[in-house]
């Protein structure tokens, strides 16, 4: 009662509520219930609105009250909405101690993530540490840290580890178990959770989302990145839940900034490759073209043609990929080891027998995780061997061919799409589409060198390939990485017309082939070339300036 200023008046509120919420009240009776507490509340309602239980009872009157009713109610807080519009960093602090409860509510779970949205990276960090200690969760001091990571949290506040893994594993089994995985807030927690929980407590949770639960996660940059985890520690079984939770789900995923990644991983580690063919490549094949030349979607055919190429992939996202959980990862144990060291060094006399025991333990699950077959990083089967099945098997390598070659003046140009017709149209990292698509890359071919035969033309509303910034750069690289295509394009588009495009832009293009590792290659262009290069009409570039341009 000294705590709360209006004590006794919630308890009469709260008693009233009961009653008018009740579904077999008549409306007569509501209304009546509804005035008498609008009355109790006049003259207070902007100081009670923040409380947990009168904003319900204002919430329910507001509902059922009269028009003339609700407008008082409105002119009441109207002095008070600015304020209440710039405190967001007092309604976020006010949350502190009902993170955890808030979270295992549909509805409340809704503001705190609306709160952490809006929040500053300090205030976001305030609502994240109460859900790892109870120690955070009590005393409000402690929460003004710099440390963004859990780790370096313990680290500096000499937190008992087995404490926080009980406590993280209770604010986050609630959640889990009523489904509420939309949040990014959640996404966070479970990462956090993840970079110290033991083997077993970490199975536990992949397994749970190890369904359609998990296609709400993936929206998220942290999501993504447990989705991606997932499916790199997740048995046979989990994976193919995981799959069949992404159907109907494909397409919309493959565009999207973090969820393309975890088709990307799906594709990289899953040796089930009919299933992937089946769920995945199957709801692709209508959208091929759209996600060829998508910002996001091209990634799933540039991982399959050209695995972890860190000229199609941002250090963050090649990062995500190879992210790792400690307690089930072999390259992590040295350093989940020296971590356990740390905690028990700075365990307390009181705690320190229980949670040594939990530290110690731990070491010795993830010893045993590591040779466990079901909780692998990868596939067991050869990596190439799974990119035949998923291209060449599946039927995707010839209708990327096919789209290749219908739009190969398109791609050329454009800024993303370029990227997958230049892996398609060298054969692939390791040269994975030949010999078998050998007669289509050279259609391919064919269908480059024919757009670059075409004249120059100033009336033209689009750039000739040689002279678009976009086409000009794929060219020289397809000449310089494919032999192939470089003495097609000579034959067809250059041959006795090398003077005519040593000009401006394109005589980058020209250069190219007196630069060609290949000396056949060479031998065929120089003859026309050298007396260019002799009269300074064509600069002959050395190889250090062809790799930089």
Request: glycine content about 6%; charged content about 30%; aromatic content about 6%.
């Amino acid at each position: 009662m000294k705590r709360k200023r209006h004590f006794t008046l919630e308890q009469d509120l709260a008693r009233l509520w009961e009653k008018m919420r009740c579904r077999e009240i008549s409306k007569e009776d509501r209304t009546k219930l509804v005035t008498e507490a609008l009355q109790k509340m006049k003259g207070k309602i902007h100081e009670i609105a923040g409380s947990h239980i009168s904003s319900r009872v204002l919430q329910t009157c507001v509902k059922h009250c009269s028009q003339d009713e609700r407008d008082a109610v409105f002119e009441e807080l109207r002095p008070h909405f600015l304020g209440l519009a710039y405190n967001a960093a007092g309604f976020i602090s006010a949350l502190h101690g009902h993170v955890a409860p808030l979270l295992r509510h549909m509805v409340g779970s809704v503001v705190v993530e609306h709160a952490y949205e809006l929040a500053s990276a300090t205030k976001k960090q305030e609502l994240l540490l109460e859900l790892y200690s109870t120690e955070l969760k009590l005393f409000k001091d402690l929460v003004s840290l710099n440390e963004s990571r859990l780790l370096d949290v313990m680290s500096k506040l000499s937190l008992q580890k087995g404490s926080v893994l009980r406590h993280m594993a209770s604010v986050v089994q609630p959640i889990l178990e009523k489904g509420i995985v939309d949040h990014s807030i959640i996404h966070r927690l479970l990462l956090e959770y993840f970079s110290i929980a033991d083997q077993s407590s970490v199975t536990d949770i992949i397994q749970q989302l190890s369904s359609p639960l998990l296609v709400r996660m993936i929206g998220t940059k942290d999501g993504a990145k447990i989705g991606i985890l997932c499916v790199k520690y997740g048995n046979a079984k989990e994976r193919k839940k995981i799959i069949k939770g992404l159907k109907g789900h494909v397409d919309k995923t493959a565009y999207h900034q973090y969820g393309c990644m975890v088709l990307v991983c799906i594709l990289s580690v899953v040796d089930d490759t009919k299933l992937i063919t089946k769920v995945i490549i199957r709801e692709l094949q209508p959208i091929l073209k759209e996600l060829v030349f998508n910002k996001n979607g091209r990634h799933l055919f540039l991982q399959l043609l050209h695995p972890n190429g860190s000229r199609y992939f941002s250090p963050q996202e090649l990062a995500s990929l190879n992210s790792s959980i400690p307690s089930l990862s072999l390259k992590d144990q040295s350093e989940v080891s020296s971590q356990t060291e740390i905690s028990e060094v700075s365990l307390s006399d009181k705690e320190s027998k229980e949670d040594i025991e939990v530290a110690a333990d731990e070491p010795n699950k993830d010893k045993t995780s590591v040779d466990d077959p079901d909780l692998a990083e990868s596939g067991k089967k050869d990596p190439y061997v799974r990119r035949q099945e998923l291209l060449i098997k599946s039927g995707l390598a010839e209708n990327l061919l096919d789209i290749c070659i219908e739009n190969a003046g398109e791609l050329l140009r454009s800024n993303f799409g370029k990227e997958v017709l230049y892996e398609v149209a060298t054969g692939g990292f390791g040269g994975i589409l030949h010999p078998g698509l050998d007669d289509k890359i050279n259609s391919l071919h064919e269908a480059i060198a024919s757009l670059a035969a075409e004249s120059k033309s100033e009336d033209s509303q689009e750039e000739h390939v040689f002279e678009n910034f976009h086409s000009n750069r794929t060219i020289r690289k397809l000449i310089l990485d494919c032999p192939n295509f470089g003495s097609t394009l000579w034959e067809k588009a250059l041959k006795g017309k090398s003077e005519l495009w040593a000009h401006g832009h394109s005589c980058k293009v020209i250069s190219v082939f007196l630069e060609s590792p290949d000396s056949k290659l060479q031998k065929l262009a120089k003859k026309e070339l050298q007396p260019l290069v002799d009269s300074g009409i064509l600069k002959n570039l050395k190889p250090k300036e062809v790799a930089t341009k």
